[in-house]
């Protein structure tokens, strides 16, 4: 990357990303964002209230006008962004093609999947919250002719992922399950009999295995990776915290993220 953090002016007010719940201050800060979060993109950055930031706080007039004509234009997010990196000369020139290049396969598919790659990407960075609501709207307008079953599976087993993120291990074991009555494969079982130890009872959990006829084998094995898991002193500090926690403010929490989320 060439540029000098020094070469542009910082704003006084910050342009806030509700993506990443976080004010940028420079163009550079922006380029940062944009060329590290390639799969959050979307209408949150791409939008009048960052041409207007980059008019009024960054003094960009000509940029504020390339930008604006591109939102009326609609011809996608790559000829948005670009000359952004261009103004603030983030990219070298190899970088910028192969940066376009990810963005315009992104481009291509469809709204459901640019939407999971999103929301797989928000529980990589710990987002899990806001994945969870993205994982919700794309089942809510589910249309497995359209994608397949497969792909309907793979978001309810990283929905699952995402409420497991949350302790919230009761609605992740739900969502292995859907997710493996789609798609029987063993690695979503193996996931779902991981997850019925962390909130039921040894008793209602030998009773739901047998209801499952778990292979014994495999059921031992869960057990040893569980038992290693849960030793782990980082694992049962947080548990041990969430456990303590009011779970109507867990549920407030989740609120909150999801009024955020639908402001976007």
């Known amino acids: 990357m060439s540029y000098d953090l020094c070469l542009l002016k910082q704003a006084e007010k910050p342009y806030y990303i509700e993506n990443i719940r976080t004010g940028i201050y420079s163009l550079e800060e922006l380029c940062f964002y944009l ?14 209230g960052l041409c207007d930031w980059i008019r009024d706080e960054l003094k960009l007039t000509k940029l504020y006008r390339q930008l604006y004509e591109q939102l009326e234009k609609k011809d996608g997010a790559a000829f948005f962004v670009l000359p ?5 000369g983030y990219l070298t020139h190899q970088e910028m093609r192969e940066f376009q290049e990810q963005l315009a396969k992104l481009e291509v598919q469809s709204e459901d999947m640019k939407q999971k790659l999103r929301a ?9 919250a ?11 307008r589910r249309n497995p002719g359209k994608l397949g079953t497969q792909f309907y599976a793979a978001v309810l ?16 074991a739900d969502c292995f399950w859907e997710s ?32 499952l006829r778990a292979d014994s084998y495999l059921v031992q094995k869960i057990q040893e990776y569980n038992a290693k898991v849960c030793t782990q002193q980082p694992f049962l500090t947080e548990l041990e915290r969430m456990k303590q926690r009011d779970t109507a403010e867990i549920v407030e929490e989740l609120k909150e993220e999801y009024c955020r989320s639908t402001k976007i």
Not at 84 to 88: G, L, N, Q, V
Not at 164 to 172: N, V
Not at 191 to 207: G, H, I, M, R
């Open 35 to 48: 060329y590290n979060n390639i799969c959050l993109i979307d209408e949150s950055i791409i939008n009048e």
């Open 130 to 140: 806001r994945a969870i609501w993205e994982y919700r709207q794309i089942l809510g």
């Open 180 to 211: 493996y009555g789609l798609m029987q494969t063993k690695e979503t079982f193996r996931k779902y009999v991981s997850t019925l130890p962390l909130f039921l009872s040894e008793e209602a959990y030998q009773k739901k295995l047998k209801e």
């Open 84 to 88: 952004i990196f261009r103004e603030a």
């Open 157 to 172: 087993n990283n929905m699952g992922a995402a409420y497991a993120g949350l302790f919230q291990f009761e609605r992740a």
């Open 120 to 128: 797989d990407y928000l529980v990589k960075e710990k987002m899990f």
